[in-house]
């Protein structure tokens, strides 16, 4: 493999470094929210006096102390917006003063100890506008006053890259009252902009439908659907429901029935799931019906009649009398609220209608949470209806658990992990399910939190679950913390399906994109100076091309280039042959580089050398032994038998070995 194949590779994974921390991910700040602040700004509250958070923002971003602006208090205050506002019209000065505005992006707080953030990770490119929600987990932060106070030293260095730094915190956490400088970088949150001026702009400005205002006029006209919609904010709503209501009206049908079921989605169906929930009281056979197309929605009506009978526990009807009583199926299926379009039942006409009544039925009938989740277990199995819906039942599962926002009800779900039913099917329901939570806002940190407990749980099917929550979108979002979570795992004593399902997850990560410089230095650092039997298994699977040669053919690229690479790959490997619980793993990983060795995929003169300096450290161990003098009854192939002539052995050992290979040739 020549220099050059080699630049490519490192540049494709990324700069492969001994001697830095990878930052925190960033994302961009979406589209909508840049709009909002944009073209529909609102700083004037139900009194019309002014809201000065984001301007108290930019003075604390702009003036003579750190590039740092804390935008603290309660929630529903548009803190996060302010704070938003704030970088824009930053964004903006910047442009007028040097020719070129800010890049701005949110710092997703994926931090290793969420309880104890490392700012020294914090990304620091030049001319960004960063964005910082902790909100949600600043009152657990174990040191805030130190941590606050690293906040500002790293909001000083920023003066010297052009960048600037929001930080959305919650009513107590920032610790003001430590010091001064503390104090200097808050701009508090004491007022909230109306919130009917709030739907208006966003309608006319973001969504483009100047045409709907009237909806939300308070002032009585003639028009027949003037004013309909005003009274679903009130002068306490929040900015947030505000604009929420401004997307819901923005998608209707100029119409009186389009305008009411827009008030019925903002509304979230509260009235017509109480109205069923009334008319049904004495018929548990078609609330079981609804509950049974919530979860089978799109599928057939029989199919749905099926799952409520399953779901009541009730065999088929065989007294035809009875058969023949009653209203029809689908009579009964609209009464609940669905439509049947052929033989299909659907509820994609009331958009989050299914949401209303799974919240309605949770809170109250609360015995059903056990009966209800071995139902959805049965009716997700192999061959069974709800197979193919198990990502729309997980989503579900999860706007519950949000809508609650109440970690006991992610807690319940989670014990259904280990409730017997141990199919895969079962634990990627589960797993898509906790994935999604982990980003529910306020929920999210404390779901991570128990994503962490879980993963150093005894049972092999809580720690899988959480193996594939790793491997999935969380790492995308929290890279660090799915490493941490997978380390727990990959610590577990014996090699069972959670660990093999580690693995998996930790090459999955390292073949994204940009993440194995991050994957190489947390993996290294675990293997040699940590010495933890995660880091043995982590680096042997890593490094082992029969699965994926890529992350072999980047580290020997980069080892080619940077002695201290090379350096680890060895150290990586002395770590590994020290630990007679891998010896295993090492037999297997040393024929593997065997085999490899003699393709064109990778640098084979490095390789042997790598593999010479760690047999002269490791003559002894059993792996090492096994590659050079072979196992009793295990036949090795050409390509052991190649690499057993290139290296350069002792003398003496290679003598021994010589008649080794001749006493083995002559039996």
């Keep these: 493999m020549d220099n050059n194949r080699n630049s490519k590779i490192i540049v494709a994974a990324g700069s492969v470094t001994m001697t830095s921390k990878p930052p925190l991910p960033v994302k961009d700040i979406p589209q909508i929210e840049l709009d909002a602040?944009?073209?529909?700004?609102?700083?004037?509250s139900v009194r019309d006096e002014r809201v000065g958070t984001a301007a108290k923002a930019i003075e604390r971003l702009t003036g003579a102390g750190p590039r740092l602006a804390v935008v603290a208090g309660p929630p529903g205050f548009g803190k996060r917006t302010a704070g938003i506002k704030a970088l824009w019209e930053t964004s903006r000065a910047e442009e007028n003063s040097r020719g070129q505005g800010l890049k701005l992006q949110e710092i997703v707080p994926d931090w290793e100890r969420p309880g104890f953030p490392d700012v020294s990770v914090l990304p620091d490119e030049p001319g960004t506008g960063y964005l910082l929600d902790v909100a949600a987990e600043i009152s657990s932060w174990q040191k805030p006053g130190h941590i606050a106070e690293q906040l500002v030293g790293y909001a000083e260095e920023l003066r010297f890259s052009g960048s600037f730094l929001v930080v959305?915190?919650?009513?107590?956490?920032?610790?003001?009252?430590?010091?001064?400088?503390l104090a200097k970088v808050v701009a508090r949150a004491t007022g909230r902009p109306s919130a009917h001026r709030v739907a208006?702009?966003?309608?006319?400005?973001?969504?483009?439908?100047?045409?709907?205002?009237?909806?939300?006029?308070?002032?009585?006209?003639?028009?027949?659907?003037?004013?309909q919609a005003a009274h679903l904010l009130t002068d306490s709503s929040r900015p947030e429901d505000a604009a929420r209501l401004a997307i819901t009206l923005a998608s209707a049908e100029d119409s009186p029935e389009g305008l009411k079921r827009a008030v019925s989605v903002f509304q979230e169906w509260r009235s017509d799931v109480n109205t069923v929930f009334e008319t049904t009281a004495d018929k548990p056979e078609d609330r079981a019906l609804l509950i049974s197309s919530l979860f089978l929605n799109n599928t057939d009506a029989l199919t749905v009649q099926d799952g409520a009978r399953a779901l009541l526990g009730e065999d088929p009807e065989t007294s035809v009398r009875t058969i023949l009583t009653g209203p029809d199926l689908t009579t009964r299926l609209t009464t609940m609220g669905a439509e049947v379009n052929g033989?299909?039942?659907?509820?994609?006409?009331?958009?989050?209608y299914d949401r209303a009544v799974l919240l309605h039925l949770w809170q109250q009938r609360a015995d059903?949470?056990?009966?209800?989740?071995?139902?959805?277990?049965?009716i997700t199995a192999p061959k069974e209806p709800g197979a193919g819906r198990l990502a729309a039942i997980?989503?579900?599962?999860?706007?519950?658990?949000?809508?609650?926002?109440?970690?006991?009800?992610v807690k319940q779900v989670h014990a259904w992990i280990d409730n017997g039913d141990n199919s895969a099917e079962h634990r990627e329901l589960i797993a898509r399910f906790l994935t999604v939570a982990a980003e529910a806002g306020a929920l999210g940190a404390q779901v991570r939190a128990l994503l962490l407990d879980s993963a150093r749980d005894e049972s092999e099917a809580v720690a899988t679950v959480v193996a594939l929550v790793c491997q999935g979108e969380f790492a995308q979002h929290y890279p660090r913390q799915a490493l941490v979570r997978l380390r727990h795992i990959l610590d577990r004593q014996e090699p069972d399906e959670a660990v093999r399902t580690a693995q998996e997850a930790l090459r999955d990560i390292a073949a994204r994109e940009g993440q194995l410089p991050r994957v190489w230095s947390t993996v290294i650092n675990w293997a040699t100076q940590k010495k933890h039997l995660a880091g043995h298994r982590a680096f042997l699977s890593l490094l082992d091309p029969r699965i994926d040669p890529y992350v072999l053919q980047v580290m020997l690229a980069a080892a080619e280039q940077k002695q201290d690479v090379r350096e680890a790959l060895v150290e990586g490997w002395s770590a590994a042959l020290a630990d007679t619980r891998v010896d295993d793993d090492c037999r297997q990983l040393l024929a593997a580089w065997a085999e490899v060795r003699q393709t064109e995929d990778v640098p084979t003169e490095l390789m042997t050398d790598i593999l010479n300096q760690v047999v002269v450290e490791h003559l002894y161990s059993t792996p090492i032994s096994a590659l050079i003098f072979g196992e009793p009854g295990v036949a090795n192939g050409q390509a052991v038998i190649e690499l057993r002539k290139d290296l350069r052995l002792p003398a003496a050992l290679s003598a021994v070995q010589a008649a080794h290979e001749q006493a083995s040739a002559e039996s």
């Design 168 to 181: 959305i915190a919650d009513e107590h956490g920032w610790p003001e009252t430590v010091s001064g400088a």
């Design 343 to 352: 033989r299909t039942v659907t509820l994609d006409h009331k958009p989050g």
């Design 37 to 44: 602040v944009r073209r529909a700004w609102v700083d004037l």
């Design 200 to 227: 208006r702009m966003h309608l006319e400005y973001v969504h483009h439908r100047p045409d709907l205002i009237r909806w939300l006029s308070r002032t009585p006209t003639e028009e027949d659907l003037a004013g």
């Design 394 to 409: 997980s989503d579900l599962l999860v706007e519950l658990a949000v809508a609650e926002n109440d970690i006991r009800v």
């Design 368 to 378: 059903i949470h056990p009966h209800l989740l071995t139902w959805l277990d049965a």
